[in-house]
């Protein structure tokens, strides 16, 4: 299946909510299964920030720690790996399955050598993967698990700060996920106005270009703060589905989708929801 990176430069914030609003669509918009991972090691918020289908805070336990416990018990056994990431899921009211990230920077120090570990057990995931890596550089602890992922897709925001400083890091960037003879696509998202998507996209794009860096055209997503509110701790409503951050992401999912390499793109699962229920 595909593993794809959603992270940003300094000054882009959002990458939480773009992979829960992928997360949340992706099972329609592509007929996937995916499972939404807080892999950011300075640490998740969703387990303070969203709720269950019961109306509940999501559980301690599973999470990042429990799945990297998982991944090394079963490094040897190839079937059992295949799962070992839907069964440290949780599922969330706007129906995305997710593993929690970790809660101190204590974990995640302890995570240090399991990064490549668990960027091997994604790539061996019976789902579609969709890692939250938060603010990412070459010295990232997980910069792993981008340059193993299919597709490493950057948050931007629509102000001048945050394109210019994604142009000025895109190159760095690109060298650093060459790791492998063919290093993953980056596909950027820009994160606006809704009325300005078109032009925007064209001109950031342009910008983007000039860095030298291999990269798809600029994809948009609508600045919708009531319906980022709502994704994280409400059910997806046909209200919320009707929403244009909803609408927006349903179209970025489905133009990743189709940017995979064709290994992970031509495989496609039969079943409609991701990960466990709990």
């Known amino acids: 299946m595909a593993v794809i990176a959603i992270a940003s430069f300094k000054g882009s914030p959002g990458v939480t909510t773009t992979a829960l609003a992928l997360g949340a669509v992706w099972p329609r918009a592509t007929g996937r299964c995916a499972v939404v991972v807080e892999a950011d090691p300075s640490g998740g918020d969703l387990a303070y920030r969203a709720i269950t289908p019961q109306g509940r805070p999501p559980a301690d336990t599973p999470n990042l720690v429990t799945l990297a416990a998982g991944v090394r018990k079963h490094v040897q056994q190839a079937e ?13 009211a706007c129906g995305a399955a997710v593993v929690l990230g970790m809660g101190t920077q204590v974990q995640a120090r302890g995570l240090a050598a399991l990064w490549q570990p668990l960027a091997d057990a ?13 603010r990412l550089d070459p010295a990232h602890p997980a910069f792993v698990l981008a340059r193993s992922a299919d597709l490493v897709v950057l948050v931007l925001t629509a102000s001048m700060g945050s394109v210019l400083h994604a142009r000025n890091n895109m190159a760095s960037m690109a060298s650093g996920l060459a790791g492998r003879p063919t290093g993953p696509a980056i596909c950027p998202v820009l994160v606006g106005p809704r009325q300005s998507a078109l032009r925007d996209a064209v001109e950031v794009t342009e910008l983007l270009v000039g860095s030298g ?14 319906a980022v509110a709502a994704l994280v701790d409400s059910a997806l409503t046909p209200r919320l589905a009707r929403s244009t951050l909803l609408r927006s992401v349903s179209d970025v999912a489905v133009q990743l989708a189709d940017r995979l390499p064709p290994a992970a793109r031509d495989h496609r699962i039969n079943t409609t929801q991701p990960g466990v229920s709990r």
Not at 80 to 92: P, T
Not at 122 to 134: E, M, N
Not at 217 to 222: G, N, R, S
């Open 213 to 226: 860096a291999p990269l798809h055209p600029v994809m948009t997503l609508a600045d919708d703060a009531r």
């Open 122 to 134: 994604f790539a061996r995931s019976a789902d579609d993967v969709l890692l939250d890596l938060g």
């Open 80 to 92: 059992r790996a295949r799962g070992v990431v839907a069964v440290h899921s949780q599922r969330l």
